[in-house]
């Protein structure tokens, strides 16, 4: 089992910045890929990046190329998602999730799940 709880959501003005912070637990030795995904109400959950555990390869939606970054610190058994520029699209439910096997921009492939941070881009 793995355990993530993510923090830094919140409310912030269309143009401002936010950083997601995704902490992990439990076996995280078998993760392969760790990524964030987010739901808008009444829409489905779409990936938004993602980062490979090992040598930290990354991939972005088109939505967010150049806007967002994602990092890991291995150490701390940590990913962070640093989010510019944000817009009111942006508004959603972020999760963090982790992959034992798949790392693709898709927002299937996922074993855990944390519970979620609410952002939200005010214009």
């Known amino acids: 089992q793995v355990q993530l709880v993510e923090s830094g959501g919140g409310l912030v003005q269309a143009g401002g910045s936010l950083r997601l912070s995704c902490a992990a637990s439990g076996r995280t030795f078998s993760s392969y890929a760790r990524g964030w995904l987010r739901q808008a109400l009444g829409k489905e959950r779409e990936f938004v990046s993602a980062?490979?555990?090992?040598?930290?390869?990354?991939l972005y939606a088109e939505s967010v190329k150049g806007r967002f970054t994602i990092s890991r610190d291995n150490a701390k058994n940590m990913v962070y998602l640093q989010m510019n520029g944000l817009k009111s699209e942006d508004t959603a439910v972020y999760y963090c999730?982790?992959?034992?096997?798949?790392?693709?921009?898709?927002?299937?492939?996922?074993?855990?799940w944390g519970q979620g941070t609410q952002v939200t881009v005010s214009s």
């Open positions: 980062i490979t555990w090992s040598d930290g390869r990354t």
């Open positions: 999730a982790t992959s034992r096997v798949f790392f693709n921009s898709s927002a299937s492939g996922y074993d855990y």
